[in-house]
């Protein structure tokens, strides 16, 4: 067969090192490291929320935890070019997605009613992390990613109105909603053609 016609380089295109071949079990258990950070930071949080010298602790832990989600569960899926930097704005661009969640929970026009704005926020926030997955990391654009994001997040988001008097830093409901987002993540995001990436 002639070079011209040789099957390698169509064989590389089809196989990039890119985060939608993953396996599922490794993004789990990302997904799991970061729920148990989550334990350790709210923990942390908690230990630091009565020191006057560290101002707005709770604040921070919204950021951070938002952070190490997007750096964990969201990262896998960027590409090689500028993989640091781009994880770096998937964690920034996570732990703003995270803390707008809390807030419109908090503060938003739904604040009455818990169960409607646990399941609005949970749903919003999976689907911006998909979209802000899709344009950093980048992934192929596709439909799919929204109502597979969006559906995992609002069952994710009723989770939270699940009151466990064991459960005071709400570490299940998180582990809900993270670990079916990684799902949701997972078989609906597609890779970039090879060629796309490398540009």
Same mark, same amino acid.
């Given at each position: 067969m002639s070079a011209g016609l040789s099957p390698e380089p169509a064989l590389n295109e089809r196989s990039p090192s890119h985060g939608t071949n993953s396996s599922l079990v490794f993004k789990y258990g990302l997904a799991l490291t970061s729920v148990v950070a989550y334990a350790v930071i709210a923990q942390l949080a908690d230990?630091?929320?009565?020191?006057?010298?560290?101002?707005?602790?709770?604040?921070?832990?919204?950021?951070?935890v938002g952070a190490v989600f997007g750096a964990l569960v969201l990262g896998p899926y960027v590409g090689p070019k500028q993989r640091a930097l781009r994880i770096?704005?998937?964690?920034?661009?996570?732990?703003?997605?995270?803390? !707008?969640?809390?807030?419109?929970?908090?503060?938003?026009?739904?604040?009455?009613?818990?169960?409607?704005?646990?399941?609005?926020?949970?749903?919003?926030?999976?689907v911006l992390?998909?979209?802000?997955?899709? !344009?950093?990391?980048?992934?192929?654009?596709g439909w799919r990613v929204?109502?597979?994001?969006?559906?995992?997040?609002?069952?994710?988001?009723?989770?939270?109105?699940?009151?466990?008097?064991?459960?005071?830093n709400l570490l299940l409901p998180h582990a809900v909603w993270q670990?079916?987002?990684?799902?949701?993540?997972?078989?609906?995001?597609?890779?970039?053609?090879?060629?796309?990436?490398?540009?």
């Amino acid at each position: 067969m002639s070079a011209g016609l040789s099957p390698e380089p169509a064989l590389n295109e089809r196989s990039p090192s890119h985060g939608t071949n993953s396996s599922l079990v490794f993004k789990y258990g990302l997904a799991l490291t970061s729920v148990v950070a989550y334990a350790v930071i709210a923990q942390l949080a908690d230990a630091l929320e009565p020191i006057e010298a560290i101002p707005d602790a709770g604040l921070w832990f919204h950021y951070v935890v938002g952070a190490v989600f997007g750096a964990l569960v969201l990262g896998p899926y960027v590409g090689p070019k500028q993989r640091a930097l781009r994880i770096v704005l998937l964690a920034i661009a996570s732990a703003v997605i995270y803390y !707008l969640a809390v807030r419109f929970v908090a503060d938003g026009p739904f604040s009455y009613n818990a169960t409607t704005s646990f399941l609005i926020a949970g749903s919003a926030s999976a689907v911006l992390c998909g979209v802000a997955t899709t !344009l950093l990391a980048p992934c192929a654009p596709g439909w799919r990613v929204v109502p597979l994001a969006a559906v995992a997040g609002a069952i994710g988001g009723a989770a939270f109105d699940v009151k466990l008097s064991f459960d005071q830093n709400l570490l299940l409901p998180h582990a809900v909603w993270q670990l079916l987002l990684c799902l949701a993540l997972h078989f609906g995001l597609r890779e970039r053609p090879a060629m796309a990436m490398a540009e």
